[in-house]
């Protein structure tokens, strides 16, 4: 009954908000275009190993915002030759919750040696890998990194990867990849965004819009 209230709670969130003008949430390709899209929620190439609850459709969304902010950052990628890809933005609630119960069953660990083959899956919520709510339902934080002509720049860990080597500063991780997270990093606070320190690809507009907001729309 809890998660029944919460998740109305949301959906009039969103619907107040509507009622007051345009939607605060709006599919990244009208906003910039030539960012790169891989949604992985919306397919079986994440963690779960399948497609996330939530994500009916690929398509990446965040506040207008922070995809204002994201097309400044990608003028500047794209002034060094390169380009962002977008792994994900917005996030409903309900994708969140679906993350908490897969990470509650022990038994699945279908994806487990592609992306946590390190981590105990009982430990994913104490190092602060799963929670039950995500900055990422606010609209204004995306995962992301860089390309060169449609190839991913190293990065020293793929995306998602459940590990210390992710964190964006680890001293393990050296050379080009470093470089690389560097640059990003620099891009993307160019842009207003800062960075979360345990996942080099994970970014949050400083001055989100909806800091207080979790919202639980589907993605459709």
Not at 146 to 157: I, K, Q, S, V, Y
Not at 167 to 174: G, L, N, P
Not at 190 to 208: C, S, V
């Amino acid at each position: 009954m809890k998660g029944m209230r919460v998740l109305a709670f949301l959906t009039l969130a969103m619907a107040s908000l509507l009622a007051f003008g345009r939607s605060p949430l709006v599919d990244l390709k009208e906003v910039a275009p030539t960012v790169e899209q891989e949604p992985r929620y919306a397919s079986a190439n994440n963690f779960l190993g399948r497609p996330v609850v939530g994500y009916e459709i690929a398509k990446v969304m965040l506040t207008w915002e922070a995809a204002e902010a994201l097309a400044k950052a990608q003028a500047a990628a794209e002034a060094l030759g390169l380009s962002l890809r977008v792994y994900d933005g917005y996030r409903p609630q309900r994708a969140v919750d679906n993350f908490v119960a897969w990470a509650a069953d022990p038994a699945d660990r279908v994806a487990k040696q592609a992306y946590y083959p390190d981590v105990p899956k009982e430990e994913l919520f104490a190092q602060g890998y799963i929670a039950s709510r995500s900055g990422h339902s606010r609209g204004s934080t995306v995962d992301l990194t860089l390309t060169r002509e449609g190839e991913p720049l190293p990065m020293g860990t793929p995306f998602d990867f459940f590990g210390e080597r992710s964190h964006t500063d680890h001293a393990a991780v050296t050379g080009e990849a470093r470089e690389n997270r560097q640059l990003l990093k620099r891009i993307m606070e160019a842009a207003g965004f800062q960075n979360y320190a345990l996942e080099w690809w994970h970014y949050t507009l400083k001055d989100e819009p909806y800091p207080d907001e979790y919202f639980d729309l589907p993605i459709e």
